[in-house]
């Protein structure tokens, strides 16, 4: 704006008192209001034509909106020192500060009742300020620092993205050279992370290595999806756990066009492929449907290395193997 529209704007003695009380704290319209022993209304017109002049800036938060005062050019800066220290009106403006004291103390007591007042919209106002992003990697922390993860089928590299921070090693394993360049691009800042080449039904990762397999979304891809059981039992370590995520059992065909082979896994089959790898079962879970989702539901399954074997499941030994590099 013009040097003359910002001397109209600090005409106004109220934009003076709102802008001094901005300059010292963030507030709402009401709270300003309250400050200033003003009508909203007549705030609201005001905080407009200072808004407008780019003497304002507004944070909003769910359904609350918040101004202060903003980044000043320099003359605008120069000519607001000029008019905030003129001793003009600074019995209103010593009152105006009191009652910002009092408003700002009534913000602090309404806090410690605000999560009761917002329980029941809590989730969405959660996900507007901070998102969902760190929830995964917050889960992810409970894990052993020292454990060795192996993400089979990893896509991706997404999951990887949430357990690398917490891992002391971890690997991914995909057949698809596309999707394995994304990986690497995500988690390339991650050196304990391999990114590697290989069949699920043949893993290039040495015997009793992980302490963790993961086969997320998966089975239902694969011809034979007790062969990948067998390779996850193989590599894992006798204390080692699998988790696995696919879905329930359906009757619609139409996914097969997303590559599909398989119509879901019930808890007896998941069984029986899991007693054939040299598994045992430790949960199957149904996993309750989101609202917005199309596909199938979806179940969680734990399986285990019993204790009674020592050696390595029903694949052949692959421990000369080693793991493929990185790059």
Known sequence: ???????????????????????????????????????QPTVSRHLKALTQGEWLVRRTVATAAFLR????????QELWRLVRDAPDFEAERAQDRDRMARVLAEREADAATFFGRVADGWDVLRDQLFGRRFLPTAIGAMLPRDQVVVDLGCGTGELLTHLAPSVSRA?????????????????????????????LEAVPVADASADLALLVLVLH??????????????????SGKLVVVDMQPHETTAWRTFGHLHQGFSATT????????GLEVTRYDPLEPEAEVQGPPLFLSTMAVPSSQAAPGPARAKSDRGLASRR
């Not at 106004?12 to 209001?33: Q, T």
């Not at 005062?69 to 605008?76: P, Y």
């Not at 057949?175 to 080449?197: F, N, Q, S, T």
């Open 221 to 238: 891809h694969l011809p034979e999806p007790g062969a990948a059981l067998a390779e996850a039992r193989r590599i894992l370590k006798p």
């Open 69 to 76: 005062l903003g980044a000043l050019t320099s003359r605008q």
């Open 171 to 199: 690997i991914g394993v995909d057949r698809e050279p596309g999707m394995l360049a994304v990986a690497r691009r995500r988690l390339a800042r991650h050196p304990h992370v391999e990114i590697v080449e290989g069949a």
């Open 270 to 277: 998941v069984n029986a492929l899991a007693a054939t790898a």
């Open 1 to 39: 704006m013009s040097f003359v529209a910002d001397l109209e704007l600090l005409a106004d003695p109220v934009r003076v008192r709102a802008l001094a009380l901005l300059e010292m704290d963030e507030l709402s319209v009401g709270e300003l209001a309250k400050s200033l022993a003003l009508p």
